[in-house]
T-cell receptor, first 116, second 115 residues
Framework: NAGVMQNPRHLVRRRGQEARLRCSPM?????VYWYRQLPEEGLKFMVY????????ESGMPKERFSAEFPKEGPSILRIQQVVRGDSAAYFC??????????????FGQGTRLTVV | DAKTTQPPSMDCAEGRAANLPCNHS???????VYWYRQIHSQGPQYIIH???NNETNEMASLIITEDRKSSTLILPHATLRDTAVYYC????????????????FGKGTKLSVIP
């Protein structure tokens, strides 16, 4: 059973370009979380999605950032018009249909975004 | 903000037990205690979680005090590969809207296993 797969592992974008980060959850998992880790800082929650629904986006920046988890295919975190401050590691986690807080989430290896 | 307090760093000799403490004095009766670790630059790795009873799995043991205000993660025989930042997290048993679904990572404890 493959783990959470994120791609690309490393992404370099020029200021003003768009970044698309992909996350394929573990088999049987229908819930996806996105976290961001700025250099030398802790992980910060961004968004929680179920198939075709955004459940909690309380950690998402109000502009330029969006996320989706379509019925088919991976979850996508999209950053438009990237700026240097977007440089960070972005981690995705997945969990099975919710048993509430008694359901562990498993993380991928992350995408390291560098904006030049 | 994280609802847990952990020492910023600890050392442990290789082969010895590593005991990582966590204070969660404001924990409520419907919150789990979770432990994750992050080995340099990798994604966080789930270790163990519990509600009231002590728990053990192939990686570690979790000891929760009777009043649930603190817990200890025990790695029984630490190896160099256990060097990582360890995060203690409280999480509600039932999700109740925005902000309740997430795992809230604090600063954690940086464990260094020394040869």
């Amino acid at each position: 059973n493959a783990g959470v797969m994120q791609n690309p592992r490393h992404l370099v974008r020029r200021r003003g370009q768009e970044a698309r980060l992909r996350c394929s959850p573990m088999k049987g998992h229908s819930h996806v979380y996105w976290y961001r880790q700025l250099p030398e800082e802790g992980l910060k929650f961004m968004v929680y999605l179920q198939k075709e629904n955004i459940i909690d986006e309380s950690g998402m920046p109000k502009e330029r950032f969006s996320a989706e988890f379509p019925k088919e295919g991976p979850s996508i975190l999209r950053i438009q018009q990237v700026v240097r401050g977007d440089s960070a590691a972005y981690f995705c986690a997945s969990s099975p249909p919710s048993g509430g807080g008694n359901t562990e989430a498993f993380f991928g290896q992350g995408t390291r975004l560098t904006v030049v | 903000d994280a609802k847990t307090t952990q020492p910023p760093s600890m050392d442990c000799a290789e082969g010895r037990a590593a005991n990582l403490p966590c204070n969660h004095s404001t924990i409520s009766g419907n919150e789990y205690v979770y432990w994750y670790r992050q080995i340099h630059s990798q994604g966080p790795q789930y270790i163990i979680h519990g509600l009231k009873n002590n728990e053990t799995n192939e990686m570690a043991s979790l000891i929760i005090t009777e009043d649930r205000k603190s817990s200890t993660l025990i790695l029984p025989h630490a190896t160099l590969r256990d060097t990582a930042v360890y995060y203690c997290i409280v999480r509600p048993t039932l999700f109740s809207g925005a902000g309740s679904y997430q795992l809230t990572f604090g600063k954690g404890t940086k464990l260094s296993v020394i040869p």
